[in-house]
């Protein structure tokens, strides 16, 4: 199976993935600092399999409230992640699924919307840290002569 190629627009990518067989799942559809999908692109709420309506790295909540609204309004199921910068916040956010334990009842199950999406926020002294070593490594490749 070829991977699906690099620079289509979201909907294509989404067709595609579904052609293969593939499960699609909307990541942090609000978020304002990242790519933010559902800000940019509403239309994408409708295309995909779910929706992750909680992320452990939402230190305010809204962005995962108002993830959580639009998946149950079009009707997705909704899925947990920990989006985890270190192996110890791995599962701070996670999915529950009603599934047998093989890869094809696990995707179906979601497709389904047999899942729980289960939380546990990052805490905030380890995000702030996260994001001001990583807005400084960001700044550090931006401007040659930053020094440390």
Not at 7 to 32: C, D, E, K, N, R
Not at 54 to 65: H, K, L, M, P
Request: charged share 20%.
């Amino acid at each position: 199976m070829d991977p699906i190629p690099p620079g289509l627009s979201v909907g294509q990518t989404i067709a595609i993935a579904g052609q293969m067989g593939g499960v699609t799942i909307l990541p942090h559809p609000f978020h304002m600092w990242r790519h933010g999908v559902g800000l940019k692109l509403k239309d994408a709420l409708a295309l995909v399999d779910a929706v992750e309506a909680f992320n452990s790295r939402y230190i305010v909540g809204t962005a995962n409230q108002k993830a959580a609204q639009l998946a149950k309004r079009f009707g997705k199921p909704c899925i947990g992640g920990s989006d985890a910068h270190h192996w110890r916040y791995v599962g701070y956010g996670s999915t529950l699924i009603d599934a047998e334990p093989t890869v094809e009842s696990i995707l179906q199950a979601i497709r389904q919307g047999k899942t729980i999406a289960s939380c546990r926020m990052t805490p905030l002294r380890t995000y702030t840290r996260q994001s001001l070593k990583s807005t400084w490594r960001r700044l550090q490749r931006r401007i040659p002569n930053l020094r440390r």
